[in-house]
């Protein structure tokens, strides 16, 4: 089982290759990728530097192209296809069919993974990208529960990547229009949530408020953890009482369900968090590989040392861990 | 705490360390200028303002060269902390988000800027820097005397 770990900037690059990363990801510094964020990713020098180091330490590069391009921004989305080709990544990972059949027709020796951001949630979808642009991975939305995911896996005709860490949302990745009704911009097409421009945080006597394009997000209390400042994440009054109606700001951690993605056969665990800092991608990265070393070594006797949960408690959005939906007995 | 024991020192004039900053920002950050990786600070000001000690300032980009000043109203991004958290961001031991959360650093105004600042930090190479041993080592030693002194300063307060 691989750790698939985030890169949004050479150092943290470094850092995951490290600290026992398999493969880390990575995107350019435009609207191609849905973590575009003022200052973030990499420019051609860094992009080159960054995947010389990994791939002479043996770890792999995929690079994520996973917008969905409009009609006036294409030309943008085939150079960096194009540009991807020539810098040999080792996966291109992306969404949209048009950037797709580009590759294909362009690029074909690029290795193709479909992003969460496709949103293919059932085996026949990620049939369809492997028979039409011959995907070699698909990495699955965070909306299945273990025994919908183990389904997958196993009609699935290409490995699978689940996430394994990282901060949460509504997770209807690439259909999500909460920040688009908000800023007119979203990470579909824009590649930012709740954009940075439209965020403002004030101290207010009342609490620290985040609004959203002046819309009121959320008011944290003295001492109460902050989240990002995302639609789904806010509170709302819902029939006389405040709270949070969409998604709480928590965060995922899928580390004690690690025996069961390993027998269920999911290839590989991804790590959210382009957007954080290399000291993130350092701690987040040495506890999954000590975590999936000492699993793979021994599945049935597996258990997280309080000490790896307690780091990845502390870095957590909202400080909370939660499976997420991989435990929704319902499902 | 350290920043307790400090703020019983008497206050130093903010002029000349501001100067002293001034000079060593220009320093270490003179590839990143060059390279105008640092023109989102142009006509934009930033101001810091460190809880507990004195050290506030505004912070900008004019010509090429970062200036700091006193600190005014006419800031687009004010960041505040502890001298603590600082240090700890500067020497690559938190993440900016991870105090974010947990509130113990905040900002106010241009989020966008104050983003912009976060990945420049995070894409510099410290290797590269000037002084960057120096750095390392003052930052570090600043780091572990303020937790090795900060049971004693819990103690003191009760």
Partial sequence: MELVCPAGNLPSLKVAVDHGADAVYMGFRDDTNARHFAGLNFNDKRARDGIRYAQERGTR???????????????????????AANLGIDALICADIGVMQYACDHAPQLNLHLSVQGSATSAEAVSFYHDHFGIKRAVLPRVLSLKQLRRVVSASPVPIEVFGFGSLCVMVEGRCLLSSYVTGQSPNTYGACSPASAVRWDKTPRGLESRLNEVLIDRYADGENAGYPTLCKGRFHVHGKTGYAIEEPV???????????????????KIEGRQRSPVYVEQVATVWRAAIDACQKNPSG???DPAWQQVLQSVSEGAQTTFGAYHRPWQ | MLHRLIRRLPRPPQAPAR???????????ATAIAEEELDFLNDNVFQVRVDGIPMEFDLTLKNDK???????????LRITGSAYDFMLLAARREDADTLFFQRRITTEGDTELGLYLKNFLDSLDLSDLPFSKWLEQGLNGA??????????GRALQR
């Fill in chain 1, 61 to 83: 590069v995929f690079l994520a192209i996973n917008t969905y391009p409009q009609p006036a921004g294409w030309p943008r989305w085939e150079e960096a296809v194009d540009k």
């Fill in chain 2, 143 to 152: 780091i572990a005397m303020h937790d090795r002194f900060e049971p004693l």
């Fill in chain 2, 19 to 29: 100067f002293m900053l001034e000079q060593f920002l220009n320093k270490i950050f």
């Fill in chain 2, 66 to 76: 970062l200036k700091l000043s006193h600190v005014s109203d006419q800031w687009d």
């Fill in chain 1, 251 to 269: 965060s995922l951690n899928t580390m004690e369900l690690l025996p069961e993605l390993l027998a269920m056969g999911v290839a590989a665990i």
């Fill in chain 1, 302 to 304: 597996f258990h997280p």
